[in-house]
Every structure is written in structure tokens, then in C-alpha cells.
């Protein structure tokens, strides 16, 4: 999206914006010139939660869709934003320091109530959600899930933030999504310390032979479910399959019995949030990139579970 604020002071009627976006700044056409320059110094476009809604699902193939989970779960599209806060998850403590910070637009990827639906009906008498609310209504913030969007950019966004962490630009398979090839082929327990230094993961779970060279590498990130990864490594043959989170009794099972059969599969499990933590990062870049003028920080929430 291109904005053209002001390029010419001499000429006053350069205020245009192909966005439609409101400016308060009406009231400068009647200022004398010099007021008018140093006004034009404190001048700051108005932006609604709506219209970084609007401009993000815009650049996303097919556009707006009829069902998503990438609804308003607090506020509404007309709050003026005041600050940008891009993070997994706009847990409690993402939501006081986005106070902190006078930011009042919180870009989530995954659900803030709780449920893939963010279905609140049954969290009415829950404390804890009447706590959480309480504190988003009391400052007004606004609370944007963008998870089906963002995954259904092309490339997915989530995945060029994870590409980007990684630095594996040169490995992504021209036709395959979501699939690497390593010439150098490293050993599975090279390519686990890889993942856990540049993803900053303390401990995470595999299965497999930490000797196997890995050569092709199945990048499965978030939570895509048992049957999305198990297809996947039946159809591609990755040497390994790395995922967000799985279930146990799905796709472990099934990596598990591959390899009883005789197949060379490895299974690494990240943990859901560090495999989507740089899509905050993508959202963050986006947001500069489209709303330079809006303060934008990106929060990290960090694993919720601790390893002992
Ligand atoms: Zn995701």
C-alpha cells in the first residue's frame, strides 16, 4: 500500500491518500504558512484498528474470507491506534505491557480465550477470562487474531519469518512448500542443535537415529494437526519431519511405526510457539513496512511450560 502524506509545503493541497484514511488535519488549510509548517512537524495521520485489518486481508490471495477464526476477540474497528503490539499470544501479561507501551491494538496468531474459536459463552462465570476481559475492555484495547490470513499469504507468512530465523533461504524447495534440501546433509543431532540455537529452544523431542543424515527436511510449523503431518510425510518422504506440536497418539505413532516398517523418518518437535514466534517478527516487519508512522513492538510470550 503506497500513502502519500505531504511532499510539497508549498503547495497545501497535497494531502492525498489513496487509502481513504481520515487525517486530522482539516483545521491546517486555514492556518497562516508559518503555523502551517510547524504544525505539519506534529502532523500524524489517524489509523483504525479497522484499516490495518483491511490493509493487511487485502494482500492475502482471494481476500476477505466468510470463515475465519481471525475475528475481533476485544475492542472494534474503529478504535484509533495508538500503538501496534505483534505476539503469539495476547496473554495477560502481553496485554500489561502493551498498556505500558500506549499500545492499544494487539495482533495475536493464536486464540485468546482458550479455544480454537475464542467461543467465550462457556468462560462467562470463569474468573480467570472475566479478569482478562475486564482488563482489555478497561483500556480499551482492541485484540486481532491473524492466523488463517497470515498462513494463507504466498508464501506463508509464518513460515518466511521461520525461514528468515533460520536462514535456510537457499534450502526451500522451488515447488514444495514447507520442504528444505540439504546438500550438506547433517546429522540429525547437527540439525537439532541448529534448530534449538537459532530458534532459542531449551529442550525439545524427536524420534530417530541422532546419527541419520538429514538431506530432505519437511517443515511443519505450528499445530497443522495428525492427519496434515502425516500426509505430508507419506507424500514428500522427508528424511525428517519437523513440527510445532503434535498430538502423542497421532503422528508420533505413525513416525514410530514408519520406521519399525524399515522407512529412514526422524520426527523433531519444536513446541508450538517457538515454531510460530517469528510470524510476530513477519507481522512486526509488515506493520513498518505498510504503517511506518505507527509504533509498533513485538512481544515475546515464550514457552508457557518449563522443562526440569
Ligand atoms: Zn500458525
Not at 504466498?154 to 514444495?176: A, S, T
Not at 514447507?178 to 542443535?193: Q, S, T, V
Not at 510470524?279 to 512481544?299: C, Q, R, V
Request: hydrophobic content about 40%; glycine content about 6%.
Amino acid at each position: 500500500m503506497k500513502r502519500i502524506f505531504i511532499s510539497d509545503l508549498s503547495s497545501r493541497r497535497k494531502f492525498i491518500s489513496d487509502t481513504g484514511k481520515t487525517f486530522a488535519a482539516a483545521a491546517l488549510f486555514s492556518l497562516p504558512i508559518t503555523s502551517f509548517a510547524s504544525a505539519v512537524l506534529k502532523f500524524k495521520a489517524i489509523v483504525t484498528v479497522g484499516q490495518i485489518m483491511d490493509a493487511f486481508i487485502k494482500q492475502v490471495p482471494g481476500g476477505e474470507k466468510p470463515a475465519t477464526v481471525d475475528t475481533l476477540k476485544a475492542g472494534s474497528r474503529d478504535i484509533v491506534v495508538t500503538g501496534v503490539v505483534t505476539s503469539m499470544f495476547a496473554t495477560i501479561d502481553v496485554i500489561k505491557k502493551a498498556i505500558a507501551l500506549d499500545a492499544n491494538f494487539i495482533i495475536a496468531h493464536e486464540p485468546t480465550f482458550y479455544n480454537h474459536a475464542d467461543d467465550t459463552q462457556w468462560l462467562e462465570s470463569n474468573n480467570v477470562y472475566q479478569y482478562k476481559m475486564n482488563l482489555l475492555k478497561a483500556h480499551n484495547i482492541a485484540v486481532w487474531r491473524n492466523h488463517d490470513y497470515i498462513h494463507s499469504l504466498v508464501p506463508d507468512g509464518v513460515l518466511v519469518g521461520v525461514i528468515e530465523e533460520l536462514g535456510w533461504q537457499e534450502y526451500e524447495d522451488k515447488k514444495v512448500p514447507y520442504l528444505f534440501n540439504f546438500e550438506r546433509a547433517p546429522k540429525l543431532d547437527g540439525l537439532i542443535n541448529e534448530l534449538k540455537d537459532k530458534m532459542g529452544i531449551k529442550m525439545l523431542r524427536y524420534i530417530g537415529d541422532l546419527n541419520q543424515p538429514c538431506k530432505k527436511v519437511l517443515f511443519m510449523e505450528g499445530s497443522a494437526g495428525g492427519k496434515t503431518q502425516i500426509s505430508g510425510a507419506s507424500a514428500i518422504k522427508p528424511d525428517v519431519l519437523i513440527c510445532g506440536e503434535i498430538s502423542e497418539w497421532e503422528t508420533a505413532e505413525y513416525v514410530r511405526d514408519a520406521r519399525a516398517k524399515g522407512d529412514q523418518i526422524s520426527l523433531i518437535v519444536l513446541g508450538h510457539i517457538a515454531s510460530e514466534e517469528p510470524g510476530s517478527d513477519y507481522m512486526l516487519k509488515w506493520m513498518k513496512s505498510n504503517f511506518p508512522e505507527i509504533k509498533t513492538t513485538h512481544l515475546h510470550t515464550g514457552n508457557s511450560l518449563s522443562f526440569r
